[in-house]
């Protein structure tokens, strides 16, 4: 008897239990519709273009989907189109009230099986309250809200509104929203003269409009369409010759001239688009109809400039390409950015995507970490044509711009300022190639470098991404950069769902040797370094009116010329995109000009910014030709940077005031100079 009641009660309690949860549910779903029913019915409003602003809040470019969607009533659409949709999106709409229950407890189960989350269950509703309401937001708070304008869009309009709303807002891609504007780029007819086979096609289009576009992907768009016919014969809204004739109609689509874009800076809005996909974890394309406000990091002015500059500079019937970035080396917010002398032409991205060699651009990550191994801007080791034996049995022997030579020893300050080859890979050797391919890691370089003799003189591909991003690293003495386009985004709800907040980075360079470095790039454009040859900036020092450090590179195929302020790191490349030689003189001095001419834009009606000068470090008057003090006699002399105690303490012992008595003041040159460690070790080379 006891164990009897005992069962009793337990029943009672799972019974009471049971009713209780029960009447949580009912009690949950009538306060739900409840709610629903005091809001009243949804506005069937759709602002769905996503906008681009600039650094100063000016809009640079919009998504322009209302200029690609046409309002158009049910029964201006084909029967066809309805029912492909209907069969493949939700065939249970006229009979549910928003929510397929069994549609939802099937997936459930799929995902479970799969131990994923990869199967949906929506209904063309909630499809529509997404696409009208929402972003493509995968958290739970959207999916409540999403329940919520269901239940009020299936309360408060017919099955035929609600139908007729979503194939008008559905996006079909290519900046297609609704099934006009879809029908209309696809086929270049109205949604109401579809064929059947047609009408197949774009209903697959939106559950992935880049995967399922026929233009985007053909076969895929081609496997769907074939599984929305077979459901539509299944279904019985169409007969079996009708699916025969369907599966075997050729479909021909309109052909699309690329107008060129009116938006400012379209190859910079594209790398914004991808980065804001990253940082909101979402489909480009969910991006592009989400109704966004992407605050980016562009200056218009400086877009305008580079541009202009560009187009200035490279005639347009030329087949010669351009890659360009400035970005502000204290944040990396990228100012403005071009891939390509023509977006409507080749949307891709050079400044971002392109791999090519930099050359002597190069140089700075190689004399870095020299500069860590006891080199000083006076280091001297000797100019001319040498031959490498490495070790493992090969010969090694680059040669200078022109095979011109100093057939003497210079110092670093003018190898760097003259690009001197054999000068770069003595150092490389010395140093070993390791530790170049560490140092350029620590300036942000990614790409794979291989440690060889050749890399000091950047036969290695790399992105004017990297470069620039390792130029800006040195501009703001040593600190981590993470180059961005995107400040913040406001959803279309007004809500801000990503602002960023720029922390100082990682110190990863010593600031004095930094700024020894920077001062040294300062040299290329300085005629007082000139030797052998020109230093390489001469052609364009004309045109500056500030310091700036920088440095050119050259190889067969590439020009490049990245350099910087204290405010701005500008990198150009020119080139040709199948790699062909760079023939003509006027071509290679492209990239130099571009950017001398941008820079200078840049900076005008701002005061000149000098290079703040860390503690430890001194400046003195250098005689180039010696690496010795200078003194009055000195036909040149130049300011060069030291660490405190490895300053030259020699004064120069060549040059000497001329004497009229006719002593020979020429036998001073006979004097032989005394030779330091490296020079003892390269000396083994020549």
């Known amino acids: 008897m006891m164990g009897f009641g005992l069962f009793t009660k337990k029943r009672n309690f799972i019974r009471r239990f049971i009713v209780g949860v029960i009447a949580i549910g009912v009690s949950f779903f009538i306060g739900v519709y409840l709610l629903s029913y005091l809001l009243g019915p949804p506005k069937l409003t759709n602002e769905q273009n996503t906008i681009y602003y600039s650094q100063s809040g000016d809009v640079i470019g919009e998504e322009h989907g209302l200029q690609s969607r046409y309002q158009v009533n049910l029964e201006d659409i084909s029967p066809d189109l309805i029912n492909a949709t209907l069969a493949i999106e939700d065939k249970h709409f006229f009979e549910h009230h928003g929510f397929d229950l069994k549609r939802i407890v099937g997936a459930v189960l799929k995902n479970i099986k799969s131990m994923s989350f990869k199967e949906g269950a929506s209904t063309l509703t909630q499809q529509y309250a997404r696409n009208l309401y929402l972003s493509q937001e995968k958290t739970w708070t959207r999916k409540v809200r999403e329940a919520f304008y269901t239940i009020r869009l ?6 035929s509104e609600i139908l007729e709303g979503y194939l008008n807002v559905i996006y079909y891609g290519h900046g297609a929203h609704g099934i006009e504007a879809a029908s209309h780029y696809f086929f270049d007819k109205t949604a109401k003269e579809l064929s059947l086979a047609e009408a197949a096609m774009l209903a697959g289009i939106p559950k992935g409009p880049t995967y399922y576009s026929p233009l985007n992907n053909e076969d895929n768009a081609n496997k769907r369409q074939k599984r929305i016919l077979q459901a539509m014969l299944n279904a019985n809204t169409i007969t079996k010759q009708a699916y025969d004739e369907a599966i075997q109609e050729q479909l021909t689509y309109t052909a699309h001239e690329e107008s060129e874009s009116e938006a400012l800076g379209p190859y910079f809005q594209d790398t914004a688009l991808k980065e804001t996909s990253r940082l909101l974890k979402l489909d480009p394309e969910d991006i592009r109809s989400g109704g966004y406000e992407i605050h980016t990091t562009l200056n218009s002015n400086l877009q305008k400039v580079l541009e202009k500059q560009v187009h200035a500079t490279i005639d347009s019937s030329s087949e010669m390409e351009v890659g360009g970035m400035a970005m502000d080396p204290d944040t990396g917010a990228v100012r403005a950015m071009i891939g390509g002398t023509d977006y409507a032409k080749s949307p891709f991205n050079r400044a971002m995507d392109a791999k090519r060699m930099p050359g002597s651009s190069f140089k700075p990550f190689l004399y870095y970490a020299a ?37 003497a020893r210079i110092p670093l300050a003018q190898a760097l300022a003259l690009s001197d080859n054999i000068y770069a890979v003595k150092t490389n050797i010395y140093l070993g190639a390791d530790k170049l391919v560490d140092t350029a890691e620590k300036f942000g370089i990614t790409s ?4 060889v003799p050749s890399l000091a003189l950047g036969t290695a591909t790399v992105s004017l991404k990297e470069m620039v991003t390792g130029y800006g690293i040195l501009a703001n003495g040593g600190q981590d950069i993470d180059l961005y386009t995107i400040d913040s985004i406001v959803d ?4 801000t769902i990503f602002e960023r907040k720029n922390k100082p980075g990682d110190k990863l360079l010593d600031p004095k040797k930094a700024f020894i470095l920077t001062q040294l790039m300062t040299g290329m454009f300085d005629r007082e370094l000139d030797g052998y040859t020109a230093v390489t900036g001469s052609t364009i020092a004309d045109k500056l009116t500030r310091l700036y450090a920088g440095k050119s590179g050259t190889t067969s195929s590439d020009s490049w010329m990245i350099g910087f302020s204290p405010r701005l790191v500008t990198g150009i490349w020119t080139g040709y995109d199948d790699n062909r030689t ?5 071509e290679s001095a492209y990239s130099k000009n571009i950017w001398a001419d941008f820079m200078e834009a840049a900076h005008q009606g701002i005061d000149q910014e000098n290079f703040p000068i860390p503690d430890g470090v001194v400046g003195i008057p250098i005689d180039p030709a010696t690496g010795e003090r200078a003194t009055p006699y000195c036909d040149v002399s130049r300011i060069m940077y030291f660490e405190k105690g490895t300053e030259p303490q020699v004064y120069c012992s060549k040059h000497f005031p001329e004497d009229d008595s006719g002593s020979d003041q020429d036998n001073t040159d006979d004097v ?7 020079e003892k070790w390269f000396n083994l080379f020549s």
Request: overall charge negative; charged content about 25%.
């Open 154 to 159: 299936e309360m408060f309009y017919s099955k």
């Open 448 to 451: 794979k470098l291989p440690a």
């Open 492 to 495: 279309r709800n007004g809500k």
């Open 672 to 678: 032989k100079e005394e030779e330091g460690i490296l």
């Open 371 to 407: 500069l860590e191994n006891g080199y000083n801007a006076t280091t001297m080791l000797l100019s001319k044509p040498t031959v490498f034996d490495l070790e493992d049995g090969e010969v090694y022997q680059p040669s200078n711009y022109n095979d011109y030579y100093a057939n």
């Open 582 to 586: 760079i023939e003509v003189v006027a």
